[in-house]
């Protein structure tokens, strides 16, 4: 599994004119499902996402994480994260995991947030979204699982 994340002060998803997630400071990650990808992927990929550390401490470095902070969290499922990039000018999705698979595993690492962390907003699988944000730094990276 794969997460692009963005350290933000403000985030939220729209669907048609519906808000469907939102977040004050925090991590947005956008998220892709691969062919590999299974439960542990998925539950490890959260804890890296979770305990990376993204936010400064009081001398300014990138030292605490969300966990640390108490933030937001907005898990944004984003297919196009598991394309196969590597020749042409087309994106190819024969890497990327079977929709089946892939909202399977959304919805669990969503299940599996809520769980082990107090705010956690989401997208909605499927769906054409608009996500707006404002990113701190800006700070963003791609985690693997």
Do not use: C
């Amino acid at each position: 599994m794969i997460a692009l994340i963005q350290r933000v002060s403000r985030a939220e998803v729209r669907v048609a004119q519906r808000q469907v997630g939102t977040i004050d400071a925090g991590i947005l990650a956008l998220i892709g499902v691969t062919r590999e990808d299974n439960v542990q992927s998925a539950d490890r990929l959260l804890q890296r996402v979770l305990g990376y550390r993204v936010f400064p401490d009081a001398d300014g470095r990138m030292s605490l994480s969300l966990r640390d902070i108490h933030g937001g969290l907005l898990l944004v499922p984003q297919f196009t994260l598991a394309a196969d990039t590597n020749k042409g000018t087309r994106a190819g999705f024969s890497t990327a995991a079977a929709p089946d698979d892939a909202r399977r595993l959304f919805g669990h690492l969503v299940e599996r947030a809520r769980t082990v962390h107090p705010a956690v907003a989401t997208g909605e699988f499927g769906a054409e979204m608009r996500v707006s944000l404002t990113n701190e730094g800006p700070v963003t990276f791609w985690l693997e699982a």
